[in-house]
Nanobody, 124 residues
């Protein structure tokens, strides 16, 4: 089973940027689609962005379009979420996850593994 470790969260002012990383163990990382989700206090898990195993296809939540960018480097077993122009409403714990199918992953289905989460706090 692939294990995921998310990092890169922190405290940033509104309008700032952060880059989250998701490091995977195991040699099969490149076979999986990979996604980012977030959960704010008192709210449900929310899809943020996802990328296919090859990196050729990406999906974004409406809230992330134009501000966030998902990418991956399979040779490094690492995926990234570049977040620009952050807003206070982006404050949440961000999780990475993998699954066999991009379409299922973007709706939170067929998740193979979850990372432990990294806190992002955006101050106004």
């Amino acid at each position: 089973q692939v294990q995921l470790v998310a990092s890169g969260g922190g405290l940033v002012q509104a309008g700032g940027s952060l880059r989250l990383s998701c490091a995977a163990s195991g040699r099969t990382f490149g076979s999986y689609a990979m996604g980012w989700f977030r959960q704010a206090p008192g709210k449900d898990h929310e899809f943020v962005a996802a990328i296919s195993w090859s990196g050729g296809d990406t999906y974004y939540a409406d809230s992330a379009k134009g501000r966030f960018s998902v990418s991956r480097e399979n040779v490094k077993n690492t995926a990234y979420l570049q977040m620009n122009n952050l807003k206070p409403e982006d404050t949440a714990v961000y999780y990475c996850a993998i699954g066999p199918a991009l379409g299922a992953l973007r709706v939170g289905a067929r998740i193979g593994s979850w990372g432990q989460g990294t806190q992002v706090t955006v101050s106004s």
